[in-house]
């Protein structure tokens, strides 16, 4: 099944496989369920991969995103950096809340703990005056946007 969900480049340079990853998206709960994880975060670099090779971050981007930000798991504070680089736009469009997901302080210790090569770059990132009442607003507003779709 995974393999009709990859990222792949047609003839036109459009991704063949986008719209599918889509509804995929639209079918997964919107609260999150642990068996859920490893699709989504195969979902996520797909998109990546897809935004990478395109322009702006797209709805299905940042459905898939807040999807997985949702599970607050620290470790995908580098798939959540890699859709927010993937292009120009992204970058602008896509919450640093995201990278936050797990918990502002406890995002910002592991990755200054960490030793993988975006390290440097995702600490610029992270707002150290980003709290934790300040990321549960944020979620919030998005609860409401993408739980209405």
């Given at each position: 099944?995974?393999?009709?969900?990859r990222?792949?480049?047609?003839?036109?340079?459009?991704?063949?496989?986008e719209?599918a990853?889509?509804?995929?998206?639209s079918?997964?709960?919107?609260?999150?369920?642990?068996?859920?994880?490893?699709?989504?975060r195969?979902?996520?670099?797909?998109?990546?991969?897809?935004?990478a090779?395109?322009?702006?971050?797209?709805?299905q981007?940042?459905?898939?995103?807040?999807?997985?930000?949702?599970?607050?798991?620290?470790e995908d504070?580098?798939?959540?950096?890699?859709?927010?680089?993937?292009n120009?736009?992204?970058?602008c469009?896509?919450?640093?809340e995201?990278?936050?997901?797990?918990?502002?302080?406890?995002?910002?210790?592991?990755?200054?703990?960490?030793?993988?090569?975006?390290?440097e770059?995702?600490?610029?990132?992270?707002?150290?005056?980003?709290?934790?009442?300040?990321?549960?607003?944020?979620?919030?507003?998005?609860?409401?946007?993408?739980?209405e779709?």
């Amino acid at each position: 099944m995974t393999d009709a969900l990859r990222f792949e480049r047609g003839p036109d340079g459009e991704d063949v496989n986008e719209a599918a990853r889509g509804e995929v998206l639209s079918t997964l709960p919107r609260d999150p369920k642990p068996e859920d994880l490893p699709l989504l975060r195969f979902l996520v670099d797909q998109e990546v991969l897809c935004r990478a090779n395109s322009q702006g971050l797209g709805e299905q981007a940042a459905l898939a995103g807040f999807l997985l930000a949702r599970h607050r798991r620290v470790e995908d504070v580098w798939r959540h950096f890699a859709l927010k680089r993937a292009n120009f736009d992204a970058g602008c469009m896509y919450d640093v809340e995201h990278l936050h997901a797990a918990g502002a302080r406890e995002t910002v210790a592991f990755v200054r703990a960490s030793d993988h090569p975006y390290r440097e770059e995702v600490l610029a990132l992270l707002d150290d005056e980003l709290d934790e009442d300040d990321l549960e607003e944020w979620f919030e507003q998005r609860r409401s946007w993408f739980d209405e779709a």
